[in-house]
């Protein structure tokens, strides 16, 4: 009730009698509890969470990081002696330059080793390339480093092309097999990643250049792909030891690769002593090359994999923005996933790494609105159809994540939660993976879907169940949960997030330009935030979404409102620890946040967590890009035994 319609309200009543203008306001009130009764703790206001109602504008294309329309292919000569790699872009280029070379046998780790390069021969721009390699160099003995003259072997390329539009380079990686006589074989072009570990058992997947027959040997069992002959291949290994370390062989039709990996299965509860990383924000940095590679930022995301797997790490949790995303093209999107898990498959061939989705996990729908605020117009996420596919749906093809248990989707025409969506149990310690920007919209209030940052019904009360079912669970001690936007922000993002400015009108305004009260959020992060903080078991929740590392203790003492005060349901103290610090450039900290002086420590720059868990003890130790520590400390101390009561 405005201020003006107000005043009218109690002129009326005072030209009343005192009797009815009793009984009026007796009345009033009545209806007032009522409707407060009536409406949620959380509501929804307007269109938020119903299905999506389009504009009426057109359509348009945004591709920024688009540039070869899909894989290269390779070719052989008659001779064996050269190969010729084809690929088309989406606008014409310059000439390209190919860099190849092989992988080193003796390492471990499987990093590509470029050694020679060529240079298209190409006059002017085109839309359509080929650069042809010599293979017979390999035959050098100078240059053979695997045998290569004598078994042949897998080839790794690179090819840079000037992006025009951009005035900066693209690159892709790719790589090819070939027999002793230089004849093209089927080869892995994508992992082989290790999946789903447990106490007995794992699942291990690759992708292949054509379809094949797949087989995984480990103690001289072979495990055969039950999906037959296909290019993707997941193959269940079963009957295993916990605490053990196995190796296995990749076949592909029947013939064996010549590298062999290895992967370590779970402890049990009772034996728990291990250790996992955590990071996000991968997607570009500044500085081009490396740091712009398919949409990652390949030079610091491969460095920090490789570190964390030097460092001990059992498993790898990343929590979103992996990539630049926000496309309109399947394709682009898909192929920006694979630049990603090439920089990352180096060491997912020995741990397994769970991907959660963040806000650049976005296959989208544009509407162009003719707005200078946003280069994408209005956005939606692309419904799944019988022409389109959501980015829930297409992240959920490109992964291999825990499909065990996930919420129903919010609506009748949203996306599944599936391996977005979940938890697995490691040891004495539960992992809960949710996600904080599912099924977006760029204007939800206004047409549909959902805001970023908001944590819908469904979801919430999938994570309430699985945290009240841990709590029953005697071998469970521990609970971590991983998200990409935080319930606090401190450094970048406080316009949005789980915050919104704390919901202020003000500082919030819909599609129109008008005020809008976003105080749901909040309400949402309490009920959210209440649900974590009271299971007692929950030691910290993982963020990322802001570029930088920040520690801060949230409990019913912590300031968490624009006025100062704390919410008493925070009954058990919880880390919040934001992480995204895998490349993205950096954000500052930003001191005006209510929570500010409960951060314990803040750091802006590149970094990845390593959490050990030992018992019922928990520490955190964070490494830059340098190697050195930013910040160790214990997150939950080991709780000494109870001495028996003396006679």
């Known amino acids: 009730m405005n201020r003006q319609n107000k005043n009218k309200k109690e002129v009326k009543i005072k030209d009343m009698s005192e009797a009815n203008a009793k009984n009026?306001?007796?009345?009033?009130?009545?209806?007032?509890?009522?409707?407060?009764?009536?409406?949620?703790?959380?509501?929804?206001?307007?269109?938020?969470?119903?299905?999506?109602?389009?504009?009426?504008?057109?359509?348009?294309?945004?591709?920024?990081?688009?540039?070869?329309?899909?894989?290269?292919?390779?070719?052989?000569?008659?001779?064996?002696?050269?190969?010729?790699?084809?690929?088309?872009?989406?606008y014409a280029t310059p000439k390209a330059r190919v860099y190849y070379g092989l992988y080193v046998p003796q390492q471990e780790i499987k990093v590509p080793q470029y050694r020679l390069d060529e240079t298209e021969e190409l006059t002017g721009k085109s839309t359509s390339h080929n650069v042809t390699i010599d293979l017979s160099k390999f035959e050098n003995p100078k240059y053979n480093l695997c045998n290569f003259k004598e078994n042949g072997g897998v080839i790794c390329y690179r090819i840079e092309l000037c992006n025009p539009n951009r005035a900066t380079s693209t690159f892709y990686a790719g790589r090819f097999q070939v027999d002793r006589d230089c004849n093209l074989v089927p080869c892995i072009t994508e992992g082989p990643f290790v999946n789903l570990v447990t106490t007995t058992s794992a699942i291990i997947s690759w992708d292949t250049s054509e379809a094949t027959t797949g087989a995984v040997e480990v103690c001289g069992r072979q495990y055969l792909d039950p999906n037959g002959s296909a290019i993707p291949h997941e193959i269940p290994i079963v009957s295993l030891s916990q605490n053990t370390i196995y190796e296995y062989e990749i076949l592909i039709d029947g013939v064996k690769t010549s590298k062999t990996y290895l992967f370590k299965t779970a402890p049990t509860s009772a034996n728990a002593n291990f250790k996992f990383a955590f990071m996000t924000d991968s997607r570009t940095g500044v500085g081009g090359g490396e740091r712009s590679f398919g949409g990652t930022n390949y030079h610091t995301l491969s460095r920090f994999m490789i570190n964390a797997y030097n460092n001990g790490a059992d498993f790898i949790l990343f929590g979103g923005d992996l990539i630049n995303g926000r496309t309109t093209n399947e394709t682009d999107f898909r192929m920006q996933l694979k630049a990603w898990k090439d920089a990352t498959e180096q060491v997912g061939c020995y741990v397994p790494i769970y991907e959660g989705m963040g806000n650049h996990e976005v296959l989208i729908d544009c509407y162009d609105d003719g707005s200078k605020y946003s280069e994408y117009g209005i956005a939606f996420d692309k419904r799944d159809d019988s022409t389109n596919k959501s980015a829930e749906t297409v992240f959920a093809e490109e992964f291999v994540n825990p499909a065990n248990s996930f919420p129903n989707p919010e609506n009748h025409i949203a996306p599944s939660y599936s391996e977005n969506v979940y938890y697995f149990d490691y040891a004495n310690t539960r992992i809960i993976s949710f996600n904080t920007d599912y099924w977006w919209c760029s204007n939800p209030e206004d047409f549909?879907?959902?805001?970023?940052?908001?944590?819908?019904?469904?979801?919430?009360?999938?994570?309430?169940?699985?945290?009240?079912?841990?709590?029953?669970?005697s071998s469970i001690k521990h609970i971590f949960m991983f998200a990409h936007t935080p319930a606090f922000p401190n450094g970048g993002h406080p316009q949005d997030s789980q915050w919104y400015n704390g919901g202020e009108i003000a500082k919030n305004e819909d599609y129109e330009g008008n005020p809008l009260d976003r105080t749901y959020v909040v309400d949402r992060r309490d009920e959210l935030w209440e649900a974590i903080s009271q299971n007692g078991k929950v030691v910290a929740v993982f963020f990322g979404h802001e570029h930088n590392y920040h520690r801060t203790s949230i409990d019913s003492e912590t300031a968490v409102y624009l006025d100062g005060s704390s919410n008493s349901n925070f009954t058990n103290q919880v880390w919040q620890i934001v992480s995204g610090g895998a490349g993205a450039p950096f954000f500052a900290q930003q001191q005006e946040m209510p929570w500010s002086k409960s951060v314990e420590c803040f750091y802006p720059g590149k970094h990845y967590c390593i959490i050990y868990v030992n018992g019922d003890e928990v520490r955190l130790k964070v490494v830059s890009d340098s190697d050195e520590i930013v910040d160790q400390c214990v997150l939950r101390e080991e709780i000494p035994p109870i001495s028996p009561r003396p006679p």
Not at 37 to 58: D, E, I, R
Not at 449 to 473: F, H, P, R, T
């Open 24 to 90: 009026l306001s007796l009345c009033f009130i009545s209806i007032l509890v009522m409707l407060m009764l009536a409406v949620p703790a959380c509501a929804q206001p307007g269109n938020l969470g119903h299905s999506f109602t389009y504009p009426a504008f057109s359509q348009m294309v945004y591709t920024p990081d688009y540039l070869l329309t899909g894989e290269p292919r390779v070719t052989v000569d008659a001779a064996g002696k050269e190969a010729t790699i084809y690929f088309d872009t989406i």
């Open 448 to 473: 549909g879907g959902n805001l970023e940052g908001y944590v819908m019904k469904n979801q919430l009360e999938w994570i309430k169940n699985v945290l009240c079912d841990a709590k029953s669970n």
